[in-house]
């Protein structure tokens, strides 16, 4: 299979790896998949009033799935949530030219971005 | 050193320049048709036809009557099975296999299946392996044929053919094996391993693709099959066709060379396999060795490598061409049916990598590879939140996974 450009650099090169303290109350964690299906996506998310200041991703999954992941933490980072929340997964598709077999990935990374606001959302409830 | 290095043996070999060079003059120069009987064009071809059947044939310890060419194991596999359930079929509808065969086997049963035969799909133990016990318990009064690979080829697990062969001989019952990754490789004889039946393919032994051979015993017992093709009765009626007398006289010189060349071959490659299992194992934890530690063919290294995806990895190391038993590499989007036969759990499955060694490896190749992959399983460990799940001593089968598949 040939790999867009875009999906090589990104597996090459990917953006934002690494953790934060899910215990934090700042950060927001979604972890979605199950290595069965062979795609796990942790991706966290630190936010200061209405603001994502900073993401990070862990994936394990195909070139893509980390392609994808790697791109969504890049788009979220200076958005505000409602923004992030508005992020599909086709357009994470369009991006990096995933061809049909992956679109999975992209949908993933979108559950990840919507996984990651709701526990940071819930946190900020528990906390009120 | 030229890259991409090629690691991926099973799939298919690079033509012997030994066998591509036997293989010349018959394209062009002695062109003849081995079935033209009335002139020294057909004469030729028939003599360069023969010394190939003896070439197979001495590779397997079968007599060169015994030997049907074809177009490789697949079709060698339909014929067999095919020819057998059509020939037999009144004395019997069940045949026996296993679920870790070539999807040649596995499909070919199936078709049989639709048209009124049992089959029963044998589980192999978790190496790979069907024992002649796990064959003895499947017999039945009506059981035709038992079909069992010689050697598996995503994870190089052989299987007991002799005893296996023996007991079918007991019970009368005819015994066909795929040794399309084991003839060649490893010891095979036919008369001592009591195989009745057994397909080969020249582009895995460094011959060229698209020709292959088919045993059928003669004696003891005779083995008769229904041909697959109609046409001029050529190859004792078995398989007509014009013989491809190029192809053939490649696989002859293939076999030839794998017969003379088979013990110090198969303990370099053995060396080889090992020195990179070393070289990746005393690197990388949590590796896991797919298939059987002794019964497996000296060219073979199965690994699945924890919490690291097999696609990305195979991305990460493009430098070397290999093959994952992970679904995303394959276009039905499942994983491996052999590894998930063997109860490799389905993690694993997508996490393994099959490393060929060849004639053509060498042990700078070897070493290149293994640092590659090591290089790669840790850089992409480091990005696995699995990885970072089980340092921190969490035991992945009690999460709760969010997933649909």
Redesign the interface.
Known sequence: MAYSDKVLDHYNNPRNVGSMNKDSKDVGTGVVGAPECGDVMKLQIEVEGDKIVDAKFKTFGCGSAIASSSLATEWIKGKSLDEAEQIRNTEIVEELSLPPVKIHCSVLAEDAIKSAIADYRKKQDDES | MKTPIYMDYQATTPVDPRVLEAMLPYFSDTFGNAASRNHAYGWTAEEAVDKARQQIASLMGASPKEIVFTSGSTEGINLAIKGVAEMYGAKGKHIITSQAEHKAVLDTCMHLEKQGYEVTYLKPDKTGRTTAEDVAAALRDDTILVALMWANNEVGTVNPIREIGALCHEKGVIFFTDGTQAIGKIPCDVEADNVDIACLSAHKIYGPKGVGALYVRRRKPRVRLVAQMDGGGHERGMRSGTLNVPGIVGLGKACELCEQELEAEAKRAAELRDYMQELITSELDHVHLNGHPEHRLPNCLNLSFN???G??LL??ISDVAVSSG????SAS?E?SHVLRSMDV???LA?SSIRFGIGRFTTKEEVEFAAKLVIENVKRLR???????MVQEGID?STVQ???E?
């Open positions: 919490y690291v995806e696609e990305s991305m990460g992970s679904a995303c590499t989007l994983p759990g389905d993690d997508h480091e990005m696995s939140p699995l990885y970072e992945l996974w969010q997933a598949h």
